[in-house]
């Protein structure tokens, strides 16, 4: 976790009557093991927005936090922070939303594609992150250059593959396409391993390979390897 932040506009929920008796229950700290800022999409739940009930240890909790992002008070696009106690959220709070509020995910995608591709490698989907393109994508290796061939999932999680950055403000080129993947493996910029590039084309690449390897859309092998045990 780089950073959290507290800000004006807070709205915080009561907690679930099991999880505030086992905080009740604790000394006055918390050993945290899981501390998440959502910058871009509220976590939902059944429970509604309310005034929070007095929760012994919450205010010095909610004092660290504010100390800790003290720096960050200026940032506009934090809504939500949220701390948990293995299974017990000790401290959740929105700024200017709510839990049902929803928003794009945007480049955080880039995260959780690279999450997914290790999952994929530990369940022996996919051999090692040396794999290549050409190997990975068999369909496009007849209209793909030797060089994009040789592109490594290595180079795509580094960004180092060569590939254009996209970085206007229409977006990247091959979303002007009808198949993206294609335009990507015929337009590379950089010979590969030559420097960083941020580029979105990297990132849908690695979903590609996902799909090509597990057989199943990366947003299906998402749910059910990430987003449902996580509870997202």
């Known amino acids: 976790m780089p950073w959290m932040a507290t800000g004006s506009g807070a709205r915080a929920r009561t907690f679930p009557s099991a999880s505030r008796e086992a905080v009740r229950g604790r000394a006055p700290r918390w050993r945290v093991v899981a501390a998440s800022l959502l910058l871009v999409t509220a976590c939902t739940s059944d ?6 009930e007095a929760v012994p240890g919450h205010d010095e909790l909610t004092a660290a936090i504010a100390e800790f992002g003290e720096p960050f008070y200026d940032f506009d696009e934090l809504r939500a922070v949220m701390v948990a106690d293995e299974a017990d959220v000790v401290f959740e709070e929105y700024y200017e939303t709510d ?9 955080v995608t880039k995260s959780v594609i690279g999450t997914l591709v290790g999952i994929a490698v530990d369940e022996g989907l996919i051999g090692s992150i040396d794999d290549t393109v050409g190997e990975m994508l068999p369909r496009y290796a007849g209209v793909m250059s030797a ?10 999680l580094t960004m180092t593959a060569g590939l254009p950055g996209g970085l206007d403000a229409a977006g990247p080129d091959f979303l002007r ?3 993206w993947v294609r335009h990507i493996v015929t337009h590379p910029d950089l010979p590969p391993g030559q ?8 990132s849908h690449l690695l979903s590609a390979i996902l799909s090509e390897a597990t ?3 990366a947003l299906q092998y998402a749910r059910s390897r990430l ?3 996580l509870g997202i």
């Not at 429970?47 to 929070?52: G, H, I, M, N």
């Not at 839990?99 to 480049?107: L, Y």
């Not at 994009?148 to 999932?153: K, N, P, S, V």
């Open 177 to 179: 396409s009808e198949d």
């Open 227 to 229: 987003f449902d045990p």
């Open 147 to 156: 060089r994009t061939a040789d592109i490594t999932i290595s180079q795509l």
């Open 47 to 52: 429970d509604p927005v309310q005034e929070r």
């Open 99 to 107: 839990e049902d509020a929803h928003w794009g995910m945007q480049s």
């Open 195 to 202: 420097q960083f590039q941020y580029s979105d084309a990297s």
């Open 215 to 217: 057989g199943e859309p």
